[in-house]
């Protein structure tokens, strides 16, 4: 048992959550919340997550190094080719969809369907079929439930400018390289709740099409992937700027959460936060978003200012989520899409978890018993 989850009379010491508890060891990435910090594989999240392509992140994660010009052009035309998406699996998320489950619930369901077909021979393949295939699912499903007619896969296009394209958004240059700094940005974070459902499946032994989908599952629960819907809700709510202080003013005084702000990791302002502010800047510049986005810096200097007026003993930053919110505002997106975006991006460090776990122990914490004792059967 690890010491840190033992008294000093030996006995099993509680840790609500697990939190402080160390149950793996992983050279993916590291979160320095005291400092504000991000490493993924050696590299400061700010470090590159605007100057590379998402396929060259997965490389990263998976083989601890980023790719040459030759390794990048391999790791992509493997993602192309490692797509499952048969007729068979677009007839079950069509069932779905008129069944009026939701895209994350067709998410799930279509990560699932990633086992049908042709065996996989190794782990590594699967891994590369989840990471190309969930975007593919992702627009389908929106399209259909939009009543709009699906767009089929560009297998010229990156992953995400073929995201966009099928769901009918022109991908222009600045809107990919937002998404590819957002999926960077998002594609690990430690043993969060997502990321370790995937460690404890694939630790024993399971495929890691079972992983992805128990872990999709994972981030559909509130509170772990529903953060940036309700900080954008916030922005449009309030409207203009002149509303901004006596909305968010009514908010704190009433008790209520301002959405976008705190983390319970980050005691500083998250790394990430400052990655997606500069990425949703560049993307800002074009000229029908730009009253949007001033409307949401006065928001957020609004909010810091009450925060600190309010809770002074407490740092209370801007997160990751605000910002997302606004990337992904940015690049046409309804906040419906918000959560299977962002598990599309995840998709990555799930993966890279799963691998690395396959090579230890099963993982098999221990439980206190607070039960009855002593009891007999008559």
Not at 19 to 46: C, F, W
Request: charged share 25%; net charge neutral; hydrophobic share 40%.
């Amino acid at each position: 048992m690890n010491a840190n989850a033992v008294n000093m009379f030996g006995e099993n010491k509680y840790s609500p959550g697990l939190e402080g508890i160390p149950a793996v060891k992983t050279r993916i990435s590291k979160v320095d919340g005291i400092n504000g910090k991000l490493v993924i594989a050696g590299y400061p999240i700010e470090e590159f997550a605007e100057k590379i392509d998402f396929e060259e992140t997965f490389f990263l994660l998976l083989e601890d190094k980023l790719p040459n010009a030759e390794q990048k052009k391999r790791i992509v035309d493997d993602l192309i080719n490692a797509r499952r998406f048969s007729p068979v699996q677009r007839k079950i998320l069509e069932s779905s969809v008129s069944e009026n489950a939701s895209i994350i619930e067709c998410l799930r369901i279509g990560a699932a369907s990633l086992s049908l077909g042709k065996p996989f021979t190794t782990s590594e393949e699967e891994s590369y079929a989840v990471v190309s295939t969930l975007p593919l699912i992702v627009a389908w499903v929106y399209r259909l439930k939009k009543g709009l007619n699906p767009i089929l896969p560009n297998r010229e296009l990156s992953l995400a400018a073929n995201f966009l394209f099928m769901l009918g958004i022109s991908p222009s240059p600045k809107k990919i390289k937002a998404l590819n700094t957002y999926w960077n940005t998002v594609a690990d974070h430690g043993l969060n709740a997502s990321t370790f459902t995937a460690r404890v499946i694939a630790s024993t032994q399971s495929d890691l099409i079972s992983a992805a989908t128990g872990a999709i599952g994972a981030l559909k629960g509130p509170l772990h992937g529903g953060a940036p819907g309700p900080a954008l809700a916030m922005v449009f709510e309030i409207g203009n700027s002149n509303s901004a202080e006596q909305y968010l003013r009514n908010k704190i005084e009433t008790g209520d959460r301002l959405m976008g702000f705190g983390h319970r990791i980050y005691k500083v302002r998250d790394p990430r936060a400052d990655v997606l502010a500069e990425a949703a800047k560049e993307l800002y510049e074009l000229p029908e978003l730009k009253s949007f986005y001033e409307l949401a810096m006065d928001v957020e200097k609004t909010a810091l200012r009450l925060l600190k007026e309010y809770k002074p003993d407490r740092t209370l930053h801007t997160n990751v989520e605000f910002y997302t919110a606004l990337l992904l505002h940015g690049l046409d997106l309804p906040t419906d899409l918000f959560t299977p975006v962002f598990a599309i991006g995840r998709a990555a460090g799930w993966m890279a978890h799963c691998l690395e776990q396959k090579k230890e122990r099963i993982l098999r914490p221990d439980a206190i018993y607070i039960g009855m004792e002593n009891r007999h059967w008559r």
